[in-house]
């Protein structure tokens, strides 16, 4: 990708090295631009990530796992400039009707970690395609994710999109606000981690 603009991307929506800039949008519209027409190119920006992104993960084993990373970085910034915070219905995610097993299982695991820098060393090997999130080669090859019998490696955009729809329901419902700030940093050091295997590896 390098410094390539994604398509529809304004000049200085993104660094030289590729990373989203939120400062290239803000000074997009302060300039004048036209709002709506701007939050129409996100909206249709972000469904070309999302298809991309989705396409990427149906398909096992993730071939490109540092690409997977920056699409899901762009993805999370695009959501973030364009919607009106973790409860906006616009961060939904029409593939994940339900919410994964094996992802839900991951965030358990998560959660009972107590010591910050396990628990980032976790979500980065899982991220980065070890432990939970290694896909094991069966006897018929790669495998599509949907209608498969066997249990689905964690992929990292189902996990982010699972942590969204959790942390949706306890914001409506008032959920423990424990529970909630863990989330929230599990999301939180999610993203750290895809910024690593993105752009520093």
């Known amino acids: 990708m390098g410094g390539a603009q994604g398509p529809g991307m304004p000049a200085g929506a ?6 989203p800039d939120p400062d290239g949008w803000r000074e997009l519209l302060r300039g004048g ?3 709506a027409q701007v939050m129409s190119d996100m909206a249709n920006i972000l469904d070309e990530i999302s298809g991309l992104e989705g396409r990427d993960e149906e398909e096992l084993p993730i071939r490109d796992r540092r690409l997977l990373a920056r699409l899901l970085l762009a993805r999370e910034e695009a959501r973030s400039l364009m919607a009106g915070g973790i409860q906006d219905p616009r961060n939904d995610v029409r593939r994940l009707k339900n919410v994964p097993e094996t992802e839900v299982r991951f965030i358990s695991t998560l959660v009972a970690i107590k010591a910050p820098d396990a628990l980032k ?3 980065f090997d899982v991220m980065d395609g070890r432990q939970e999130g290694e896909y094991k080669k069966g006897s018929d090859g790669p ?3 949907q209608g498969s019998k066997g249990s689905a490696p964690v ?3 189902h996990l982010l999109d699972t942590i969204t729809k959790v942390l949706g329901g ?3 419902t008032g959920g423990s606000g424990v529970t909630v700030q863990q989330l929230e940093w599990i999301r939180k050091e999610t993203l750290d981690a895809l910024q690593r295997i993105g752009f520093s590896q």
């Open 143 to 145: 495998i599509k994710v």
């Open 155 to 157: 992929r990292p955009g």
């Open 33 to 35: 631009e036209d709002v």
């Open 170 to 172: 306890m914001y409506r």
């Open 14 to 19: 993104g660094g030289s090295t590729g990373q």
């Open 121 to 123: 060393k976790r979500i």
